[in-house]
């Protein structure tokens, strides 16, 4: 494994994961998603990105399994996407107050269940881990439970622990993490849309792991470096769900809404 540790940009960052509505062709909610939707959070003022994960509808959950530890994604609360915004400043969420209300109104056309997880500032770390030029064709989306009786700063510190190991090993092309506040439905209690979220089902961290192509992240997950983290991690974390993800569209970048979304 390499040692050296890549640069680490620390950006404002809030992600929403999301459940399709099930009365109508998941498809169907993906592509509003991706067209409809999108035109009215791109317009929101004071983003610095706007990315929109799209998962797997079959995700049984990457992660090997590991004793004492969920790795096998419940049906009942597996992700269909996640809205991942970040923000120019502290101040920005206060700018975009009129488009997000527009946003909350739209959430039912689409959506049956979203979750807000929120970060204090400089919680999200961004690890330059891609060589110039390269660029993310497989990708995986980790959140993390954290185990009942951890304290909250020793779970900070194991994630980010475990972060620097990633970004140093040299075999990803992309690496974002965020470790959560603690949720708070009133962050997000949008209208005619489910927020629940029962104690037990939380999430408390998120990383998102880029790989050169799909044999990469396979030998990723089924190598022994794995193992090693799954057990590094088991006494911190009581859940691990790994996502395989299908697609991330970036919709604002670099402060300006793009004409049409990059991949």
């Known amino acids: 494994m390499a040692t050296s540790h890549p640069y680490a940009k620390k950006p404002f960052v809030s992600s929403i994961p999301l459940w399709?509505?099930?009365?109508?062709?998941?498809?169907?909610?993906?592509?509003?998603w991706k067209g409809p939707h999108s035109k009215i959070i791109s317009a929101t003022p004071g983003?610095?990105?706007?990315?929109?994960?799209?998962?797997?509808e079959h995700n049984p959950g990457l992660w090997p399994a590991t004793r004492g530890v969920e790795t096998?994604?419940?049906?009942?609360?597996?992700?269909?996407?996640?809205?991942?915004?970040?923000?120019g400043s502290v101040l920005s969420p206060l700018l975009g107050r009129k488009q997000t209300r527009l946003a909350f109104q739209d959430e039912v056309n689409v959506f049956r269940r979203t979750l807000l997880y929120a970060g204090p500032p400089s919680s999200a770390r961004w690890y330059a881990v891609a060589r110039p030029g390269e660029s993310p064709a497989a990708r995986a989306l980790l959140y993390l439970r954290r185990r009942d009786g951890v304290r909250t700063g020793a779970f900070r510190k194991h994630v980010n622990e475990l972060a620097r190991t990633l970004a140093g090993a040299g075999v990803l092309r992309e690496l974002r993490t965020q470790v959560f506040m603690p949720w708070n439905e009133k962050l997000w209690d949008t209208p005619n849309v489910a927020h629940d979220?029962?104690?037990?089902?939380?999430?408390?961290?998120?990383l998102l792991l880029g790989f050169a192509d799909p044999a990469a992240r396979?030998?990723?997950?089924?190598?022994?470096?794995?193992?090693?983290?799954?057990n590094r991690l088991?006494?911190?974390?009581?859940?691990?769900?790994?996502?395989?993800?299908?697609?991330?569209?970036?919709?604002?970048?670099?402060g300006k809404e793009l004409p049409h979304y990059q991949r």
């Open 218 to 230: 396979a030998a990723f997950f089924q190598g022994p470096e794995v193992a090693s983290l799954s």
């Open 72 to 87: 096998a994604i419940p049906d009942d609360r597996r992700i269909d996407g996640v809205a991942e915004v970040t923000f």
């Open 47 to 56: 983003f610095e990105e706007y990315r929109q994960i799209h998962l797997a």
């Open 197 to 206: 979220n029962p104690a037990d089902q939380r999430f408390h961290a998120s």
């Open 234 to 254: 088991a006494p911190f974390a009581s859940a691990i769900h790994a996502y395989d993800v299908t697609d991330a569209l970036t919709y604002v970048k670099d």
């Open 20 to 32: 399709m509505r099930t009365d109508q062709p998941r498809e169907t909610g993906m592509d509003y």
